[in-house]
């Protein structure tokens, strides 16, 4: 009898266990997809606001002509930062490019001042380029603008694209891991379907019967969360360290907060919700059907 009784918790411990397993992986899954979603808007926001364009300032400005419009460009809402570079500026970085001073065999600096401007990443597209493009070559201070306009076309295309590959990617897994958790826990189900039909026939109601198991199961949830999220973190760690080195600098912990969190009410809702369509399954079925199923 006490043998009996090991063996029957051994197998309760392991089919627990295999089943906490099998949700954490699927949910290990579905929390990289979220993550790697904002990460990728992150990223999004960080090449288009280090985008930059130059306006190139006309010959012989004051100072204090420069310093006002790059004033009245940093109040705008659409620009993020400016950088002024002088024509001395601009000839020593020319110099640093080239390898040699232009001015040696011109005679004179060829190169005019400009301001190096970067957009807050909402404007950082063709439609608002074209609007910015015109106010500011309306100051009189202001000879032309350069951008490039093929550059900024193509990270905008290649963003919208990789968001719906993301998307479609969040809704399969999604769906594939409800099913897995489901299939998962009506296995574990299965083996108590004629107790559930002995509890029918005493006069228990479906909301009665139903009880423990979704307890049981919320609480496998939770330790299938936790689980997950330990290899989250494990991986985040893993792809710091060994190869991408500055990749955290994109990721704050609010947004790791937040995936940490979806995956915890993820591994609580899908357990919750497969395990009340298993039980009511088995609630449903006559017990002549139970021996052949």
């Known amino acids: 009898m006490a043998d009996n009784k090991k063996i029957s918790s051994v197998s309760f411990f392991n089919s627990r266990l295999t089943s906490i397993i099998s949700i954490a992986l699927v949910l290990f899954l579905l929390g990289l997809v979220f993550l790697i979603g904002l990460l990728g808007n992150k990223l999004s926001v960080y090449v288009k606001e280090n985008m930059s364009f130059s306006i190139i300032l006309k010959d012989n400005q004051k100072e204090a002509d420069i310093k006002k419009v790059q004033k009245t460009l940093d109040a705008q809402p659409f620009i ?6 002088s024509k001395e500026q601009a000839v020593r970085e020319l110099e640093e490019e080239l390898g040699e001073n232009p001015e040696t065999f011109l005679g004179f600096n060829p190169l005019q001042a400009s301001i190096e401007v970067k957009l807050n990443s909402e404007y950082a597209n063709v439609d608002s380029m074209a609007i910015i493009e015109k106010q500011i070559k309306s100051y009189t201070s202001v000879s032309d603008l350069l951008y490039r306009k093929d550059m900024m076309e193509m990270v905008n295309e290649n963003m919208k694209k990789i968001g719906f590959v993301l998307l479609g990617l969040a809704v399969l897994l999604m769906t594939i891991s409800f099913v897995l958790i489901s299939n998962t826990i009506r296995l574990l189900i299965y083996s108590k379907r004629f107790l559930i039909h002995t509890m029918k026939l005493v006069g228990a109601t479906s909301g009665f019967i139903r009880a423990p198991f979704i307890r049981y199961n919320m609480v496998s949830g ?25 990749f955290i600098q994109i990721l704050d912990l609010t947004t790791l907060l937040a995936v940490y969190g979806v995956v915890l009410i993820l591994g609580v809702l899908l357990s919750v919700f497969a395990t009340i369509v298993s039980v009511n399954k088995y609630l449903r079925l006559g017990v002549d059907k139970l021996y052949y199923i």
């Open 80 to 85: 993020k930062s400016t950088n002024y570079i």
């Open 222 to 246: 939770i330790f299938a969360s936790l689980l997950a999220i330990l290899m989250l973190t494990s991986a985040l760690y893993y792809l710091q360290r060994e190869i991408l080195s500055g």
